[in-house]
């Protein structure tokens, strides 16, 4: 399967930003994800980007897009205790039937 | 309220006793799958639905099986469970040409 490639912790700060990177291999990946994960629940879709984006702005998170470095990350303005959360970053292929995620990035926030 | 449903949601078994775990959706989506989560390798397709009767291998489909015989149900089968399936599994459903994967709430599944 394609590497998606992920740190696997990071901390921060309440009220710091947060940024979290992920590098992919396939360079026909359609959609790029970030998923979160709370404590025992399943994932839940944050933000997309498409393939021929660069970025992706939804109110505190922007997502960035460098397609020649095959690099992802997930900005989080003013972080709060309510991100603590486990971060995939995930691609899909034009088929929309296989997804690849990476290992998560477990963000803590300190108050 | 849109969602996908997984039972049970722990299960500790013995080497050898199939099981099967049970998923279901009710937002008519054509398309299914079985992920495992395991710590430091993230979420690993197993298999996956794109309707009724298609079934396809993900990246780690050994030692599973699958039936989609309705389109709101997508059944995981452990024939022969074993140790190195202890594991954390999520069912997802989308719709055909969408990005968007819902996750149901995922098995704990400990094989002994």
């Known amino acids: 399967g394609e590497d998606v490639e992920q740190s696997l912790f990071l901390s921060v700060r309440e009220g710091d930003s947060s940024v979290i990177n992920c590098t992919y291999t396939?360079?026909?990946?359609?959609?790029l994800y970030w998923y979160k994960q709370e404590p025992g629940a399943g994932l839940q879709l944050l933000t997309y980007?498409?393939?021929?984006?660069d970025m992706k702005q939804d109110q505190r998170l922007t997502v960035l897009l460098n397609k020649k470095d095959k690099h992802l990350s997930l900005r989080i303005a003013d972080t709060q205790t309510g991100d603590s959360a486990i971060y995939f970053c995930a691609e899909s292929l034009y088929n929309f039937n296989k997804f690849y995620f990476g290992s998560g990035t477990k963000l803590n926030v300190k108050p | 309220e849109a969602q996908v449903t997984q039972n049970p949601r722990y299960l500790i078994t013995v080497t050898g006793k199939k099981l099967t775990v049970t998923c279901s959706q009710n937002?008519?989506?054509?398309?299914m799958s079985w992920y495992r989560q395991d710590p430091g390798l993230g979420l690993r397709q197993i298999y996956y639905?794109?309707?009724?009767?298609?079934?396809d291998k993900g990246d780690v489909p050994e030692g599973y099986k699958v039936s989609r015989k309705e389109k709101r149900n997508f059944p995981l089968i452990l024939e022969s469970p074993s140790p190195n399936q202890t594991s954390l599994y999520f069912c997802?459903?989308?719709?055909?040409?969408?990005?968007?994967?819902?996750f149901g709430p995922g098995t704990r599944l400990t094989v002994t």
């Open positions: 980007i498409f393939s021929n984006m």
């Open positions: 997802a459903s989308w719709d055909s040409g969408s990005y968007e994967q819902y």
């Open positions: 937002m008519n989506h054509e398309y």
């Open positions: 396939d360079s026909s990946s359609t959609y």
């Open positions: 639905s794109m309707n009724v009767e298609v079934t």
